[in-house]
C-alpha cells in the first residue's frame, strides 16, 4: 500500500471500503444494483486525536492497516490520488476486526 499524501486532523481517520461478497450463501450473483454498500473498510490514514475539555491530546485508537466496521452511511466520500476513500471521525467506527 503506498503512503497516502493526505493527513487526516484531529480524531477522523481515512478508510478504504472492502468490496462486499458478491454472491449470497446460497451461491446466487447478487447483482449490482441489488447490492448494498459494504460496511467493511481498512485505515489508510489516521489523525493526531481529538482533545478533551482541558485540552489535553486523546489519541486515536486505530492504526494504519486496521480492518474496521461502519454504519452504512458513515463518512464523506472522497477522491484522493485516483482512489475513492472515505474520512469519517473515530466515533463512527463501530470495532476493529481481528
Known amino acids: ?52 475539555e482541558a485540552g489535553k491530546l486523546i489519541p486515536i485508537d486505530l492504526k494504519v492497516g486496521d480492518k474496521v466496521l461502519f454504519g452504512k452511511w458513515s463518512g464523506t466520500e472522497v477522491k484522493l490520488d485516483g482512489e475513492d476513500l472515505l474520512i469519517m471521525k473515530e466515533s463512527d467506527i463501530m470495532g476493529v476486526i481481528a
Open 1 to 52: 500500500m503506498a503512503k497516502l499524501k493526505f493527513r487526516p486532523l484531529h480524531d477522523r481517520v481515512v478508510v478504504k471500503r472492502i468490496d462486499a461478497e458478491e454472491k449470497s450463501a446460497g451461491g446466487i450473483i447478487i447483482p449490482d444494483t441489488a447490492k448494498e454498500k459494504p460496511s467493511q473498510g481498512q485505515i489508510t490514514a489516521v489523525g493526531p486525536g481529538g482533545r478533551d
